[in-house]
Nanobody, 117 residues
Framework: QVQLVESGGGLVQAGESLKLSCAASGLTFSRYTMGWFRQAPGKERELAASITWTYSSTYYADSVKGRFTISRDNTKNTVQLEMNSLKPEDTAVYYC??????????WGQGTQVTVSS
């Protein structure tokens, strides 16, 4: 059974930092592209960042570029999202997800990030 478990969310003030972590089990982690999605109230879920299984390619949404950094450790089956200079508009539920080919097949339960102004 595949499990993705996020941690590290919380309440911070604007300008502060948070680091999210996702622990994966039940899959060959090193074969999967990993992504961090987020969904704010009343908005569609969006891909914030992703990293390929070879570490060779990362993607960042324009809204987080330069502030967020995604990384992974294939020896520990974990993926992290370091978020700096947080803004109130970064407030959302953040989800970890795993993709083998075209679509994200597995999802975590989400972790809340709230940024106060």
């Amino acid at each position: 059974q595949v499990q993705l478990v996020e941690s590290g969310g919380g309440l911070v003030q604007a300008g502060e930092s948070l680091k999210l972590s996702c622990a994966a089990s039940g899959l060959t982690f090193s074969r999967y592209t990993m992504g961090w999605f987020r969904q704010a109230p009343g908005k569609e879920r969006e891909l914030a960042a992703s990293i390929t299984w070879t570490y060779s390619s990362t993607y960042y949404a324009d809204s987080v570029k330069g502030r967020f950094t995604i990384s992974r450790d294939n020896t520990k089956n974990t993926v992290q999202l370091e978020m700096n200079s947080l803004k109130p508009e970064d407030t959302a539920v953040y989800y970890c997800a795993a993709k083998l080919t075209r679509s994200y097949d597995y999802w975590g339960q989400g972790t809340q990030v709230t940024v106060s102004s």
